[in-house]
């Protein structure tokens, strides 16, 4: 399946169970044993906030996300990424660029995207939920 190809429907208590947030992003690194990924540590509206690992290197700069508010999955269980633990996810949008036009077959290849974190148009409390 192509990222442009919708998925299968899910019933509304599958999506209910996704809990959506807004989060600042308070620092942010690049991860010391991984070449594509970035280490993130939100503020989230808890007092211990929360670290995220987050696949946007290639596109971001560190220091281009703090001070941001973006949009996490809150609840998604935490995970080991090259030994730093990631407790939920950024959203990010992939944009396919126009196919070069020496491309033989007319189509972008799988690296030939834009990665564009979701952030908030106006500052919202951390923690607030999105829906």
């Not at 970035?38 to 996300?65: F, H, I, M, N, S």
């Amino acid at each position: 399946m192509s990222s442009n190809e919708p998925l299968p429907n899910i019933d509304f208590d599958h999506f209910s169970k996704i809990d959506l947030r807004v989060a600042t992003v308070t620092a942010c690194e690049a991860h010391p044993n991984a070449d594509k990924l970035l280490k993130v540590t939100l503020d989230d509206g808890t007092p211990e906030g929360r670290q995220v690992c987050a696949g946007v290197k290639a596109w971001y700069e560190p220091e281009a996300l703090v001070g941001k508010q973006v949009v996490i999955v809150a609840n998604l269980e935490p995970r080991k990424l090259r030994g730093e633990i990631s407790q939920g996810m950024i959203l990010a949008a992939s944009d396919l660029k126009d196919a070069p036009a020496e491309a033989t077959d007319g189509k972008p290849g799988p690296d030939e995207r834009d990665v564009v974190v979701v952030t908030i148009d106006k500052p919202v409390k951390p923690g607030s939920r999105v829906s």
